[in-house]
């Protein structure tokens, strides 16, 4: 049974089309940050043990990813008509390594902003699994009753770590090894009334 739906934003509700290799660039150019040989994820190891690197770090992606936002995001036609419909049904939270006000703003580009209870972005976590755990306890719902919404491997693995169930839009990205694939969010809602209606039997054959 579904009670509650955790929703990734980049890829699932819309695609920023912001590269790594955008940030490094950016963060190169505007904040004198080189990275390394380990590229963007060794220069954010490095910026989590020093504050004034988080802090240039930070600066520069947070301008990066609004710029995309008001210029060159792409909307997915069925976002809208999708949440809406699901939000008016069941509690919904977003988990998003974007940052707070890119996301916010996202949300309220689209109109759908009143439907997401909960945001949990990279102030709050820079790991998937902790957002959705904070996810799960902020909407108060059984692990086991909640579906996460990915669109990458990552998400696959921090839903199943935590125990929740998990969908994964797949848009023309390589197959994951194994699990549930959506190749739109329009799929969503017959895929969740087919998980109640498995759900209803497994419990009158109990």
Same mark, same amino acid.
């Given at each position: ?17 912001v590269s790594v290799e955008e940030m490094l660039k950016r963060a190169e150019e505007k904040a004198g940050l080189k990275p390394g ?45 999708? =949440?809406?419909? @699901? &939000? ?5 939270? %977003? $988990?998003?390594?974007?940052? #707070? ?34 996810? =799960?306890?902020? @909407? &108060? ?5 909640? %579906? $996460?919404?990915?669109?990458? #491997? ?6 199943e770590e935590v125990g929740c169930k998990v969908v994964i839009v797949r848009r023309g990205q390589p197959t994951i090894e194994r699990g549930e694939f959506i190749s739109s969010l329009d799929e969503l809602p017959r895929l969740i009334e087919q998980i ?11």
């Amino acid at each position: 049974m579904i009670e509650g739906i955790i929703f990734d934003m980049d890829g699932v509700l819309v695609a920023l089309n912001v590269s790594v290799e955008e940030m490094l660039k950016r963060a190169e150019e505007k904040a004198g940050l080189k990275p390394g040989p380990s590229g963007f994820r060794g220069l954010l190891e490095h910026a989590m043990r020093d504050r004034g690197v988080y802090r240039a770090l930070m600066e520069v992606i947070d301008e990066l990813e609004v710029s995309a936002v008001e210029e060159r995001m792409t909307v997915f036609p069925e976002t809208k008509r999708v =949440v809406a419909y @699901l &939000g008016e049904r069941y509690p919904l939270a %977003l $988990v998003t390594l974007q940052g #707070r006000r890119a996301a916010e703003m996202v949300l309220e580009k689209l109109g759908i902003r009143r439907f997401f209870k909960f945001i949990f972005t990279r102030e709050d976590s820079f790991f998937r699994r902790e957002q959705v755990e904070k996810a =799960v306890q902020a @909407l &108060g719902i059984d692990k086991e009753r909640v %579906l $996460v919404v990915g669109d990458r #491997r990552s998400d696959k693995v921090a839903a199943e770590e935590v125990g929740c169930k998990v969908v994964i839009v797949r848009r023309g990205q390589p197959t994951i090894e194994r699990g549930e694939f959506i190749s739109s969010l329009d799929e969503l809602p017959r895929l969740i009334e087919q998980i109640q209606v498995q759900r209803g039997r497994s419990h009158r054959n109990a």
